[in-house]
């Protein structure tokens, strides 16, 4: 028993020395430069091997890094990256600040890699300077700064016309957009764009063609020119080899065109596939925020109210609190109620560019006060309906209750001669449209099951090695079969397994 003990006694400072040895491995984070200098490497890597999937990696890592680097992390990279007096050196410097490297990180440069890396390939320049511009965006003391350095990036890039560059090349032209935006100029840049996108079309660059199509409905949307957004979208195929990124803002914008147009079912949908294909919720708060105001609200104009939930969540709780507000005064049917909580959230809803559909409920917070007064009564006058609702006469109130009467909201007749409305009874919720629900979600599997399939990645050249691996099977059978018919093997040489 006491050598059982001992052990017990013992087991603790063994689990502690196992739990320090754990903390002491914990990898220690890359620093932003030298991050910089791999993600450059792996760019020339994926230019001289021809294989995207290098830059794509790259591309991963950059809304992580543009939050760790600044003056001195990008002036520190390009020196380390490029040799002395280098023309490209000279250039990407000259949009920085000038002032003193550290002397920590240039222990680490070794100049034996600088002149291995004098003659880098232009992806690298390329995706230099796209780290450069997306820090001029950060501030707006350098947003004219950057504008100059995106119209400068634009010309060079395309001036190179090189196909390895498309995924960069996607990211330069938002990072264009945006410093567009910032300036206030958004309009002058959509000729520049249209062209752009003209071109990669023609040159099948899918990714280029993604993220100027979403540039241009930006702009559009931004000065209410839908019917153009709307020709843009029907002229034009988005890329189906698109990013999720890509996608989710091409649905939420193509959402937007679709609420103002009254296709309040396609943009359900649309907004729907955008919160699909969005990034997580604590990645782009922003994103996700906007494109849940807007599905609110367009489920506000179909008649349905939004699962309670969706305003409890972390990310929505305070963006949404305006809209929860609108929802309940819709869900009530008071029309007092909806009237004053547009009239204290205007602003917001301003800002949101979501005032005008908003606007659209007053007849939706009706038609629901309507249906809650056919349900409570067999029979009610229209008098009293036009003081239940806040209407302003008898006839406004005859009106309304004979087209909800007409588009099948509630089951009754008017009475015109003794002025008041009689109910019927409600029609079974449960109908033939429950198919059409279901077929709708079994066609969205289907398509998620074949963009996965068409998404997978397969070994290059793996077949090749099966080939080569049964060809040198039937050598060696062919050669053992040989020299079986000559007599210099015997079967039992070779084995049960021949």
């Not at 890597?45 to 543009?66: D, G, I, K, S």
């Not at 780290?131 to 100059?148: C, D, G, N, P, R």
């Not at 809209?323 to 007092?336: E, N, P, Q």
Request: net charge neutral.
């Amino acid at each position: 028993m006491a050598d059982v003990e001992m052990k017990q006694a013992n087991a603790k400072p063994a689990k502690d020395a196992e739990e320090k040895k754990k903390e002491e491995q914990k990898p220690i984070p890359i620093s932003p430069v030298a991050e910089i200098k791999s993600n450059v490497l792996l760019i020339d890597r994926a230019v001289t091997t021809l294989e995207p999937r290098f830059t794509h990696r790259v591309l991963r890592t950059l809304t992580a890094l543009r939050k760790r680097i600044d003056d001195s992390v990008l002036r520190n990279a390009i020196e380390s990256i490029y040799p002395k007096d280098h023309a490209v050196k000279k250039n990407l410097l000259a949009w920085l600040p000038s002032g003193p490297s550290s002397t920590g990180q240039e222990m680490d440069v070794d100049t034996s890699s600088k002149t291995s890396q004098a003659e880098l390939v232009p992806e690298a320049e390329m995706y230099l300077r796209l780290l450069i511009l997306l820090h001029l965006l950060a501030s707006e003391e350098t947003q004219e700064k950057a504008l100059e350095l995106a119209n400068e990036t634009a010309e060079k890039m395309q001036a190179l016309n090189r196909r390895s560059m498309d995924a960069i090349a996607a990211k330069i032209w938002y990072a264009v957009d945006r410093a567009y935006e910032l300036a206030g100029e958004l309009s002058d840049a959509r000729p520049m764009f249209l062209a752009a996108q003209r071109t990669a079309s023609l040159r099948h660059d899918d990714e280029a063609q993604a993220a100027l199509i979403n540039c241009l409905l930006r702009s559009y949307i931004t000065y209410n020119l839908y019917d153009q957004a709307d020709k843009l979208v029907s002229k034009t195929t988005f890329p189906p080899s698109a990013s999720n990124a890509q996608f989710a803002r091409f649905h939420y914008y193509l959402g937007r065109i679709r609420a103002v147009q009254l296709n309040y079912t396609e943009a359900h949908t649309n907004l729907q596939q955008a919160i699909r294909r969005a990034p997580p919720a604590k990645t782009a708060p922003g994103f996700y925020q906007a494109v849940h105001k807007y599905f609110v609200v367009v489920e506000l104009l179909m008649g349905d109210i939004p699962d309670r939930s969706l305003f409890r969540h972390v990310v929505l709780e305070k963006a949404l609190t305006a809209y929860f507000d609108i929802v309940k005064a819709v869900r009530t049917g008071s029309l007092a109620q909806f009237q004053s909580t547009l009239s204290k959230h205007a602003a917001q809803f301003e800002e949101d560019h979501t005032y005008t559909l908003i606007i659209r409920l007053r007849q939706n917070v009706i038609k629901t006060g309507i249906r809650r007064l056919s349900l409570s009564y067999s029979r009610i006058s229209l008098r009293d309906i036009c003081i239940k609702l806040n209407l302003d006469s008898e006839e406004d109130a005859e009106y309304i209750v004979g087209k909800a009467i007409r588009d099948g909201v509630i089951e009754g007749r008017i009475v015109h001669d003794k002025g008041w409305m009689e109910c019927g009874t409600q029609k079974n919720a449960y109908g033939p449209e429950v198919s059409e629900v279901f077929g709708r979600r079994i066609a969205f599997c289907l398509d998620l099951h074949n963009q996965s399939v068409k998404a997978m990645r397969y070994p290059l050249n793996a077949h090749r090695k099966e080939l080569a691996a049964a060809e040198g099977a039937r050598e060696r059978e062919k050669e053992l079969a040989k020299e079986i018919q000559d007599g210099e093997l015997d079967e039992d040489d070779i084995g049960p397994d021949f």
